[in-house]
């Protein structure tokens, strides 16, 4: 006991002594014997969440998984109470076991690097994969197993630096988190890929099935989006053909600012959000990822148990983003909800008069600010944004 | 059930109308609409199991991890018994759960395509992940993850044709397994990675901890070495001036039986052969996979509590695939040991007096031999293999 103690004990020494988006100094190459110029970020061509298969293309192709699925939706029992087996499509499996009444829950994901700190960027690796679990109310995990992928383009000094230092920021979220990291898999690839895996055997009790929206019930998001912008914005303040389109509207401080604000961000857990969900009586959850806003919240929607579909009114993005995402031509799509974001905040269907409830007790806890962005209508199950949203600017501190 | 047992039969025919290796055709591209040249292989430059990070670069870099690891180790226990933590450097995880002496046995593993047919490739790559839970003689797995990466170097038309097929290979090898695929990750990558995660929930009993070797005990081996090889002197054939190397020492058609051999061998599952190493008391094994046969054993007699260590006298090998090791060189170090298996068999410790019922009885149950290849010395936990061992050909055709 006292041993895992400490070892939180240094992650919050670590955490307030680096990991801080307003104390923690960009990541200094130069500092590990590394050339100025090594950015990590460029061991791939896309970056974080963005390298997702397109949505539409992967429905297409795990139709071939899903067939089984829908034959046994009925089968799994446990004292006559049927346990829902839910699976593909969904942030997380969730598994019936021979084990009296217990369940596996379980999620992986990957991706490349989005931001040039090493353990910045296992950190938010970290934190992405368990966000699916937070977005199920499940509140511990049980394991993780670490996916890395080395780039073939790395030198071999350059991947003894920068492995080690991945891996700490991994460990130590997990840490964070309450859990560890007991194994992996690790190989050489063309990019660097970062992810996990994270699982969680538990009582149907311990999660939440993201189903039961109703008519009347408020749409709640507990991070602000923008990330892939503000990763992208930092990254041109280097290529002048690039800075030229977005120099009208922001400053190269406002860019590093939101830099930072999106890798803390990225990086945060969304477990207070996950535990807050059983105190507020959430009636479902998603994370916003790869996806974007919309693509996610349509995914939730199509899943409700009822005829409702979801309104978006309100846009939390970091400060000034919306401007550059506008200046560089909508290429993001970011004000339509399409953007990618890396490690997004839980997008949460609470009822009406426990949503600003739930908004100020997260605040209280973790000094971080949630949004009311939306509402549940009667509906078709889809989701929507509404012509002019209004965009709420985020500042770096809150 | 009736669901379940459909499906199976549907696997089965599956398999004999395509997945055994005298019956299956070679995957015709053409037959899918795609060019005559299509190779699978080409979406990487490494293949199978050869893509590891070698294996001291990766003990270096993984103690970062393992260090939190020992100073838990004597913590978790159930009714004061111990459970053990397992983790990094073994085939699985196992990890103590909150409820009652249950433990999570968890696994990873992905890769590049070894072999130009899609659905077989699917087929391996799910094999070979179940079978570090074999290793460890866990016989039921409770879910599977896909882990998938589609080339960027793919047509829209190829990805379409190829992507399915290799998940429904991984989905029938599940099923066959007696398992599911539940979920999973894909992203797109230079290179085509195809791999899972696999987990059961058990308790103590239903895992053999690989650790109890005494000298006396015998080694087995379940499937021949040689994948390797095989898939290399395959891609030869179109090759002129790699196949020149070789053709004094091997025909075309020796090439392609060893081929089929080695897919056959490597889509197999080891459940058999994890089943049998309860009822012959096996004290421990692991599975060859990309480290070779002599770095998993190794590895394996690392971890054996008794000062004892592993004698390797006797190399079964897919027939000729020797004959072709030498003759280029030995640039795979098959004899030696560190040729790259994928989806290799278990190495088995047994009692001496069990060995050869185990080996008879795996061959009863289904159809393929098993082999004594060494003993169990006195020794400081190392592995080698003697001078000169002897090569037993392995035929394509039991």
Known sequence: MSYAADVLNAAHLELHGGG?????????????????????TRFADLKGRGCKVPQDVLSKLVSALQQDYSAQDQEPQFLNVAIPRIGIGLDCSVIPLRHGGLCLVQTTD????????????????????LSDLYAMGVTDCDNMLMLLAVSTKMTEKE???????????FKDSALEAGTTVTGGQSVVNPWCTIGGVASTICQPNEYIVPDNAVVGDVL????PLGTQVAVNAHQWIDQAERWNRIKLVV??????????????????????AARLMHKYNAHGATDITGFGLLGHAQ????????DVSFV???????????????????????????????????????P???AAAYCKDIEKQEGYQAWIIGIVEKGNKTARIIDKPRVIEVPAKD
């Open 312 to 350: 978006i009114h309100n846009l939390p993005v970091i400060a000034k983003m919306a401007a550059v995402a506008k200046a560089c031509g909508n290429m993001f799509q970011l004000l339509q909800g399409h953007s990618a974001e890396t490690s997004g905040g839980l997008l949460i269907c609470l």
């Open 299 to 306: 995914t939730l929607a199509a899943h409700q148990k009822k």
């Open 352 to 354: 009406r008069e426990q």
């Open 220 to 223: 709640v998001l507990t991070k």
């Open 110 to 129: 990957f991706f490349y690097p989005i931001v040039d700190d090493p353990y910045m960027m296992g950190k938010i690796a970290c934190a992405n994969v």
């Open 159 to 169: 991947r003894d630096v920068v492995i080690p230092l991945i891996m700490r920021g």
């Open 251 to 272: 400053s190269e401080e406002d860019v590093r600012k939101a830099y930072h604000r999106a890798m803390n961000s990225m990086s945060r857990l969304n477990r207070v």
């Open 20 to 40: 801080d988006a307003e104390l923690r100094r960009p990541f200094d190459p130069t500092a590990h014997d590394l050339d100025a110029s090594f950015r990590l």
